[in-house]
């Protein structure tokens, strides 16, 4: 049962993937068709190797280990081919904000040589990694049509896990058995238990916070790359499995960055409005975060020991900045937070595998270093999304403000060979949009 399972989710996430790759791979030039098929493989393998569901099926799998291993050398691959396009292409390469989270990438490797307990961690690498490949796909391929295709890619895994939900219930909705129960009760049941709803689905993801990151970032990305008006039902019918995705994901986060994403958009196109029209908005704005702050003030009371402590997560904040304190230049090392480190915190701790704080996670695992790089980045991204708040219709402003109110209780920058990779990468390619790259086509493109 256990393998049937994960093999299910796995070939739901490649007929995603399979998607992408067609929605894209005919407008693209040879060479970047291959590195396209190497980036949606290393997805595919990597949560094929992962498993879904909190219980990681896939780790019962024989020749899981390898499936792993199999998804670094394509992520490698990658990268190897976005070494070669760099040295072969015909323009000249615009870095855009990507030397941001390159840079960040760098700097955790860089700090493990000076940490507590030095070391190197091949994900430290990661954002490295993904940065480089980022910047030689949008030399060849619209950013427009890139991103209209993994929008359509985040849309078939919210209904694949909408499906998984139908068809193995018990193995898409969180676990209460899991290693985080010591939470309590609310932390399974989520918000909506008071309205009789007592799931939380994680569906394809593996966690309801990763299921809700991609279902925001599907309704987000649909203010840059709206879809085409003989697809409209397809369309509708992506929005409300990403909605309610949203919705069942019971991640609070995901709510408020999501309604956070969609209130800087409003801004920027107020912004634009005549007078009168702009004055009318901002009363309607405003009016918004009125109810919004009445909601909170309301809703404050019925808060429990969980929700105060952020289920948890400021006691594993005084930990990781412990750390930082004992080595303010080098942080703990790459291994804060993994196996060892959790058992020596006792087992309490043993569901934690990060500081669920992007500031604090940077600076508990690599200090000063990796708090310049993670700066560097983040002064990148706010500088390109503003300049390109009109330019993409202020989706560069809305999913930077995900990015950032998600690392909030999470590490929106601290990612595996998965979905959330995907993500970042999606995020950054809107945000660093010029029209440089707007209107680039690839050799093998008619103008």
């Known amino acids: 049962m256990n393998t049937a399972i994960t093999l299910m989710g796995a070939g739901m996430l490649a007929l995603s993937a399979a998607g992408w790759l067609l929605a894209v791979a005919p407008r693209m030039a040879g060479r970047l068709r291959v590195l396209i098929s190497l980036l ?15 219980g990681g099926v896939g780790s019962e799998l024989p020749g899981w280990q390898q499936i792993g291993q199999l998804a670094k050398l394509l992520l490698y691959g990658a990268a190897g081919f976005s070494l070669l396009s760099l040295y072969l ?27 507590t307990v030095p070391g190197f961690a091949e ?47 018990e193995w898409a909705t969180s676990n209460p058995d899991a290693l985080y129960n010591n939470l309590g009760a609310a932390y399974e049941t989520g918000l909506l238990a008071q309205f009789g709803i007592t799931q939380r689905w994680h569906g394809l993801i593996g966690h309801g916070n990763g299921l809700g990151y991609v279902a925001a970032t599907a309704l987000l990305l649909g203010l840059y790359a709206p879809a085409r008006l003989h697809r409209l039902f397809w369309e509708r019918a992506g929005l409300a499995a990403a909605l309610v995705c949203l919705v069942m994901s019971q991640s609070k986060t995901m709510w408020i960055a999501t309604a956070l994403g969609y209130a800087v958009w409003a801004l920027v196109r107020v ?10 908005a901002q009363v309607v704005l405003s009016a918004g975060v009125v109810a919004g702050l009445a909601a909170v003030t309301i809703y404050a009371p019925t808060l429990d020991g969980a929700d105060l402590t952020l289920t948890g997560r400021t006691d594993i904040w005084a930990i990781t900045l412990a750390e930082t304190q004992a080595n303010p230049i080098g942080g703990y090392g790459p291994s804060l937070w993994d196996e060892d480190y959790r058992n020596s915190k006792g087992e309490g701790y043993q569901w934690v595998g990060q500081a669920h704080n992007q500031v604090v996670q940077t600076l508990g695992q690599s200090g000063v270093i990796g708090a310049a790089g993670l ?73």
């Open 271 to 280: 912004a634009s409005q005549p007078p009168v029209k702009r004055a009318l």
């Open 40 to 54: 949606l493989l290393v997805f595919a393998a990597s949560t094929a190797s992962q498993g879904f569901g909190v």
């Open 89 to 115: 292409a015909p323009v000249r390469i615009n870095w855009g904000g990507w030397n941001g989270l390159a840079l960040y990438g760098l700097s955790l490797a860089l700090a493990g040589a000076f940490a």
């Open 375 to 447: 700066l560097a980045a983040l002064l990148t991204l706010l500088d390109m999304a503003w300049r390109n708040r009109h330019l993409t219709n202020g989706a560069s402003l809305a999913l930077l403000t995900l990015l950032i109110v998600r690392g909030i209780s999470e590490t929106s920058l601290r990612f595996g060979l998965d979905i959330g990779a995907l993500v970042v990468l999606t995020i950054y390619l809107v945000v660093t949009a010029t029209p440089y790259n707007h209107t680039l086509r690839s050799p093998s493109e008619p103008a």
């Open 123 to 169: 994900a430290s690498i990661y954002p490295t990694v993904v940065a480089l490949i980022g910047a030689v796909v949008v030399q060849y391929v619209r950013h427009d049509r890139l991103l209209r295709a993994i929008r359509w890619a985040l849309f078939a895994l919210c209904w694949g896990s909408i499906l998984y939900w139908i068809v193995l219930p």
